[in-house]
């Protein structure tokens, strides 16, 4: 099963480069399957049975979702965008568009509200599958350890007061209407300016998109011995005035200063555990009392995670000044 996970997600990958290269002729289920040497068939029923859906309509969800941030970011003109995306004339690629996100392109161009996008699907995420498949490669890059300050923003989010852990947080999510993982990625995914973006309709769809947790007096306790309510949205500007979901809620995070423990891009499969040893150990050892800070236990601080193996890992933590005699 492991190694059909790897096989579809080539193929996913491979879909969103066709869809940006706006290359349809080898967007078919024929020509994926014929670099993996396997059966039309074979390939449909292994992504229904692993994705949960058929090919496609994730293809269908894919091609629309990149349609949506070409109206929402340029003015190229709504025909020409839906020919590049495989459809045939305004019409059927209105009907598809309003059926989709329930707006009509030319209505969202004038008025982006958040809508649920189809965030590229993400087979190997051992976080939120059973297999793991994750080994215990030594990773030859080391933990870099430096301080920032970041400027006023505003945090756009759900939050959880009682999950422990990305898993966790998603399941206990999924419970709650309208805030399962799908949902809330979606919804993000189509939010623009975001300050974490990496910009573009690159293949990763979830850009922008970070874990925090929030020092909560109504959180649960954590290691460190402080209320966490642990979190999953965006980083936006202080000038943001965009339409908010109402499953989502904003907050005004000031400019302060934080630690920031990163390590360089590695192998997602094979490294991401010994990885995250790493990071734990780095940040359980940190010295403060060699610098000016310490670590800042105010309520209302937030804690940002960021995880993504092809560019780092960073854990950003607030820290305050010590006031030395």
Same mark, same amino acid.
């Given at each position: 099963?492991? !190694?059909?996970?790897?096989?579809?997600?080539?193929?996913?990958? !491979?879909?969103?480069?066709?869809?940006?290269?706006?290359?349809?002729?080898?967007?078919?289920?024929? /020509?994926?399957?014929?670099?993996?040497?396997?059966?039309?068939?074979?390939?449909?029923?292994?992504?229904?049975?692993?994705?949960?859906?058929?090919?496609? =309509?994730?293809?269908?969800?894919?091609?629309?979702?990149?349609?949506?941030?070409?109206?929402?970011?340029?003015?190229?003109?709504?025909? =020409?965008?839906?020919?590049?995306?495989?459809?045939?004339?305004?019409?059927?690629?209105?009907?598809?568009?309003?059926?989709?996100?329930?707006?009509?392109?030319?209505?969202?161009?004038?008025?982006?509200?958040?809508?649920?996008?189809?965030?590229?699907?993400?087979?190997?995420?051992?976080?939120?599958?059973?297999?793991?498949?994750?080994?215990?490669?030594?990773?030859?890059?080391?933990?870099?350890?430096?301080?920032?300050?970041?400027?006023?923003?505003?945090?756009?989010?759900?939050?959880?007061?009682?999950?422990?852990?990305?898993?966790?947080?998603?399941?206990?999510?999924?419970?709650?209407?309208?805030?399962?993982? +799908?949902?809330? /990625?979606?919804?993000?995914?189509?939010?623009?300016?975001?300050?974490?973006?990496?910009?573009?309709?690159?293949?990763?769809?979830?850009?922008?998109?970070?874990?925090?947790?929030?020092?909560?007096?109504?959180?649960?306790?954590?290691?460190?011995?402080?209320?966490?309510?642990?979190?999953?949205?965006?980083?936006?500007?202080? =000038?943001?005035?965009?339409?908010?979901?109402?499953?989502?809620?904003?907050?005004?995070?000031?400019?302060?200063?934080?630690?920031?423990?990163?390590?360089?891009?590695?192998?997602? +499969?094979?490294?991401?555990?010994?990885?995250?040893?790493?990071?734990?150990?780095?940040?359980?050892?940190?010295?403060?009392?060699?610098? =000016?800070?310490?670590?800042?236990?105010?309520?209302?601080?937030?804690?940002?995670?960021?995880?993504?193996?092809?560019?780092?890992?960073?854990?950003?933590?607030?820290?305050?000044?010590?006031?030395?005699?």
């Amino acid at each position: 099963m492991c !190694e059909w996970h790897r096989n579809i997600q080539r193929i996913i990958e !491979e879909i969103d480069i066709c869809i940006m290269r706006q290359n349809n002729e080898t967007l078919t289920l024929k /020509c994926l399957a014929d670099k993996l040497n396997y059966s039309e068939y074979h390939i449909s029923r292994k992504f229904k049975e692993i994705s949960g859906m058929q090919f496609r =309509d994730y293809l269908r969800h894919r091609r629309l979702a990149f349609a949506l941030k070409q109206i929402r970011d340029t003015e190229d003109g709504i025909l =020409d965008i839906a020919l590049n995306y495989g459809f045939s004339s305004h019409e059927a690629f209105t009907r598809a568009f309003k059926a989709e996100y329930g707006i009509a392109p030319s209505e969202y161009r004038q008025n982006p509200v958040p809508v649920v996008l189809r965030t590229i699907i993400k087979p190997l995420d051992c976080y939120l599958v059973e297999f793991g498949g994750i080994g215990m490669v030594k990773s030859s890059e080391e933990v870099k350890i430096y301080f920032v300050t970041i400027p006023a923003h505003k945090f756009l989010h759900v939050r959880n007061y009682e999950s422990i852990g990305y898993w966790d947080f998603w399941q206990k999510q999924s419970l709650i209407p309208g805030q399962d993982c +799908e949902t809330i /990625c979606g919804l993000l995914d189509s939010i623009k300016g975001k300050l974490d973006d990496t910009g573009g309709n690159e293949a990763n769809s979830g850009s922008g998109q970070i874990m925090a947790y929030i020092n909560e007096p109504a959180g649960r306790i954590c290691s460190w011995g402080i209320p966490l309510a642990e979190a999953y949205g965006v980083r936006l500007p202080m =000038d943001y005035d965009g339409t908010i979901p109402p499953q989502m809620q904003m907050m005004d995070v000031p400019e302060g200063e934080y630690i920031v423990f990163e390590h360089g891009p590695f192998d997602y +499969e094979t490294e991401n555990r010994a990885v995250e040893e790493k990071m734990e150990k780095a940040m359980k050892e940190f010295d403060y009392s060699a610098t =000016d800070y310490c670590l800042d236990m105010t309520t209302g601080r937030v804690f940002y995670f960021y995880h993504d193996s092809s560019k780092y890992w960073k854990f950003v933590r607030p820290v305050r000044k010590i006031c030395k005699k």
